[in-house]
């Protein structure tokens, strides 16, 4: 299954563009060097051990190799998730799945999708979005417009999510 537009919009929505190195925690270049999370560049591309090229000073990106860098990490992730479902869904509850794992393990997908293949309501997955991210804010903002995409088919920004 391929990814749609929603998903590509929900995560557009809450990852920016940025065109060098960035900590992920502080959506900040790193202080000499050292990062507190996870080196990240384009559009919430994580830079793994194959591209610490990037990690150069002075390192930068085109706004072209950014979106190309996003539409690969898309596509991955659009994989990672069809390799673990074996249940049929919808397209939004697809959409909702990629745009969960953009920003989490494969492990934690695997989790999700498994709730999925053995029968929980898309309900019972949607408060699973919730619970992960229960002690960040900004991401339990972005897991409620999951949930939202998977349940009701609406792409919500994040930050018009008003948690209580």
């Excluded at 060097?33 to 080196?39: D, E, I, Q, T």
């Excluded at 998730?81 to 049929?88: G, I, Q, W």
């Excluded at 019972?124 to 897991?143: D, H, I, P, T």
Aim: proline share 3%; aromatic share 12%; with cysteine.
């Amino acid at each position: 299954m391929n990814y749609s537009y929603k998903a590509e919009k929900l995560i557009r929505f809450r990852e920016a563009c940025v065109l060098f190195a960035y900590d992920d925690s502080t959506g900040k270049a790193p202080v000499n060097g050292v990062f507190k999370g996870n080196p990240t560049i384009g559009w919430g591309h994580l830079i793994t051990s194959a591209d610490k090229y990037m990690l150069a000073k002075g390192f930068k990106l085109t706004q072209r190799q950014a979106d190309d860098l996003h539409a690969k990490d898309m596509q991955q992730k659009a994989k990672e998730v069809t390799s673990y479902l074996k249940v049929r869904v919808s397209q939004d509850t697809f959409d909702a799945l990629v745009s969960f794992a953009f920003n989490y393990s494969p492990k934690w997908v695997k989790q999700i999708t498994d709730k999925l293949n053995s029968g929980r309501p898309l309900e019972y997955v949607a408060n699973m979005f919730m619970e992960r991210s229960k002690s960040v804010k900004f991401l339990q903002k972005c897991r409620y417009a999951d949930a939202m995409l998977m349940l009701k088919g609406l792409v919500i920004n994040p930050e018009n999510v008003k948690l209580s």
